[in-house]
Each structure stands twice: as C-alpha cells, then as structure tokens.
C-alpha cells in the first residue's frame, strides 16, 4: 500500500524546527511520509510561529494561497499548528473555512488520533494546555535516521513575561523535563550516530530551578557531556538575566561545548530595557559578555535586537548602536518592534514614526554587517575543527559547522560526513566561509 504524503512546512525557531521533526516522525507511524512538493501531499499542516507581527502576517499569506490546493484537491486536509494555532484556535477555522485542523503547542502527542478524525471528515480544533510537568512527557521522540546533529528539548514555556513577548501565553509557564530522561534521548541519539546535540528551551539559563533535587542547566551540560559519542554541545535560547557563574565556567573547563552563546540583549538602553521588563540593565549584561569572553577566549557572540520599541528616544537607540559597538556581536538578529496580542506592551500607544523605525533599522543593520564581515575575515588563516554535515554549495564540496556555529564549504568526499575535520579557512562572506581540508578524524 502506497504511504499517505505529508507536506510540512515551519516557521519561526528551533524549538518549532524540531517540533516539526516530531510531527513527521509521528505521523509515519500511521502512514504518512514526508514530500517536499505541495502539490503532491494528502495533508498539509503549517507550524506556526507569532512572536513578531510579520511572521504571523506571513502565515496568514500563505494560508490563503492554500485554498487553491483544497479546492484542486477536496479530499485534502490542511492543518495549523504551533503559537499561532495556540493563540488564535477556533478563530482560525472561523477566519479560514478550508481549514481542517488546529492544534497547539501543548498537543503534539495527539497529532495521530487528530489527523485520523480529519481523515474522516471531522473539523478538529485542540489547543488545551498541561501546565505541569507531565506535559514534556507526551513529547514523541524522533524516530529513524537522524542527521549527525540532533536538538534535544530540555523545557518547555517562559515564566518571564517580557512586556513585549507573547510566548508565555503561547507556551505556557517553564517546564523542566528530568535530566536522566534528557540523558536518555542523548544516549540514544549517540548510538544512531549523531556527533552533535543542540539543547533546546525558551530560556534554558532557567532550567531545573524550579524542580527540587534536579540539577540547574550547567549540571546538565557537565551531564551530557560525559555521554560517549556525543562530541559536541550547543544550547538556545538564554535568557541575560538567569546566566550564572556555573554556566560561564562550563565554557572554560567543558571542552565539548561549542564556543558560541546567543545572548539576547534587546535594547542597550537602560530606560528600554525596564519598559520590556528584562530584569537586567546594560552594566549586568556587559559584565555577563565580559565574563564570556574571559572564560572561553574568541567566543562568537550573537543576539537580538528589537528597535522602535514605544518611547525608545534616539538616544536609547544610540545606546543600543553603542552596546554594539562594545560586544561586537558576530551575527545579530534585529527587527522592529511589533505589538503582540494579550502582551503588556501592546497596551502602550504608539510613538515613533515608521520611517523612524525603518532608519534606525536599517542603521543598525549596517552596522552589524560590518562587525559580521569583521569577525568572519578573523578566521583566514585559523583552522577550524568542522563536524561535516553533507553537501555544500558547490559540486564536490561538503559543508559543516565550527566552534562558532558558522556555516563553512570546503572541497571532500561525500564519504567524510558525519565526521569532523580540520579546515583552514581561506576567504570569507557574509554568511559563510570557505576552507581547504587538511585531515579528518572520526
């Protein structure tokens, strides 16, 4: 019998990244498999992410480009799921007829079962939430083959109701999963062949605190980090003001931990920064990125920066352009500052103008392409150790991942990935380098 075809397509972070690995390995257990062509698919299901306004409306655009698949293919059925699914629920199915399926980020587990009543012609919308810590249990894992670098989910949700940011709403409260289950799924990647594990969490600074007996995020890297196989560590998101000495230290004595951080700054004005209930000031955040670079020298450094945020003055925003100047981020992710429905901040009126906010966009992000072309031209010359991921850019060359996280192509055998190697850097771009292989190891 010819499998069912599921088309998939996600938005947003890596923690809807690898839910969407999840949902795929779900749903082959009842007969579907994956396609990467729309028109081919029996189910089609969007993972959503509504943490900025232009991801949602970008969502919405493809929604309505989706009835023209329902109508050349009646018996289709078309799915949302992930933060947008969990905000808006019913709504969705009233606001677009041709849906079939709505659930949220709480109800992966029930994927299956959902999927099979669509199937059966029911109109099906779930998006209750576990606010407990049973709810990381019913995650499904992965199943089959695995690419050399797997995420793990440590926790789930945010307790920090940042002014600004809807995800607690979406994912509800923090949620620890237990290390020894963590430790589990890493030894069970390991065996599969996977060199390289990225934890993941909304703000992994704060995992196991609020679980009595359980270790804190540091105790936990020192955990997988003695799991054999698994030769190379990378976490995301952290939170500034939960990073503890602990944490810092781990990048000076654990050798499997990449050096590379995402630190979130948001603002570098004091005044912005308490409108978006960080919890931390410029002078606490600089000392976190001082102390980062003393423990693991040539650390690569990245974060967030949100501008146009209400009543940011232009003096909070050269604050923000002289934070900058001090961290010297390698790569930066910025965007204008977007209301959030249900959010504290949305409440505020409005105050800046939107062309205000689109030139000190787009200066910021001029800025910033100068300091990643700077610390990119850093590495010619260095060799770097490359866990070779497959294919690259060009025929004949192969691609992998550094310390720092950044992408580099150098010329190998197809044969080489899985394995790392040692790559001298020769040229550099704006988002990726170029290398040439010295020698491998396994």
């Given amino acids: 019998m010819e499998s069912k075809k599921l088309y998939i397509e996600t938005f947003g972070c890596q923690m809807n990244v690898n839910d969407s690995e999840r949902i795929i390995s779900m749903l082959s257990v009842i007969g579907y498999s994956r396609t990467e062509s729309a028109s081919e698919a029996d189910l089609m299901l ?6 900025r306004g232009g991801a949602e409306e970008k969502l919405y655009r493809r929604l309505a480009n989706l009835r023209v698949h329902k109508k050349a293919k009646r018996e289709l059925i078309i799915g949302v799921g992930g933060c947008v699914a969990q905000q808006e629920g019913e709504n969705l199915m009233r606001r677009l007829p041709w849906l079939d399926l709505v659930f949220g980020t709480h109800n992966l587990h029930l994927l299956p079962d959902l999927v099979k009543s669509a199937e059966n012609g029911e109109k099906c919308c779930e998006i209750s939430f576990i606010d407990n810590e049973r709810r990381l249990d019913l995650f499904p894992l992965v199943l089959g083959e695995r690419s050399v670098s797997s995420f793990v989910t440590v926790m789930q949700g945010c307790d920090n109701y940042c002014s600004y940011c809807i995800v607690p709403y979406v994912r509800g409260a923090e949620v620890s999963r237990r290390s020894s289950d963590i430790i589990e799924e890493v030894t069970a990647l390991a065996a599969s062949g996977v060199r390289e594990v990225v934890l993941l969490g909304q703000n992994v ?12 995020f ?7 980090a003695t799991v054999e196989g698994i030769e190379r560590i990378r976490f995301t998101t952290s939170h500034p003001k939960d990073m503890s000495d602990a944490l810092i230290e781990c990048f000076a004595t654990v050798g499997k931990l990449a050096g590379h951080i995402h630190l979130p700054a948001q603002s570098g004005s004091d005044s ?34 949100i501008v146009g945020f209400p009543g940011e003055s232009e003096e909070d925003f050269e604050e923000t352009l002289s934070l900058m100047e001090e961290v010297r981020y390698a790569d930066l992710f910025s965007f204008i500052y977007s209301p959030r429905p249900g959010t504290e901040a949305a ?6 103008d939107k062309k205000d906010k689109l030139r000190r966009l787009e200066k910021l992000q001029e800025l910033q392409r100068g300091y990643t072309t700077e610390n990119n031209r850093g590495y010619i010359g260095t060799v770097q150790k490359i866990l070779v991921e497959g294919g690259g850019k060009l025929p004949g060359q192969l ?4 310390e720092s996280g950044r992408t580099v192509n150098f010329e190998g055998e197809a044969s080489l990935t899985g394995t790392f190697a040692d790559v ?18 396994l």
């Fill in 46 to 51: 969007l993972n959503t992410c509504s943490v």
């Fill in 205 to 216: 600074n704060s995992y196991g605190l609020k679980t009595e007996g359980e270790t804190d």
């Fill in 218 to 224: 540091a105790g936990l890297i020192k955990m997988v």
């Fill in 272 to 305: 912005v920064l308490s409108k978006m209930k960080r919890g931390y000031g410029r002078e606490f955040y600089l000392k976190n990125i001082g102390a980062l670079k003393s423990a693991r020298p040539g650390i690569a450094i990245t974060g967030d920066m």
């Fill in 347 to 352: 409440r505020i009126p409005e105050s800046i």
């Fill in 399 to 402: 691609s992998g991942k550094g």
């Fill in 424 to 441: 001298r850097i020769i040229k550099a771009y704006q988002n990726s380098l170029l290398g040439e292989l010295l020698h491998t190891s």
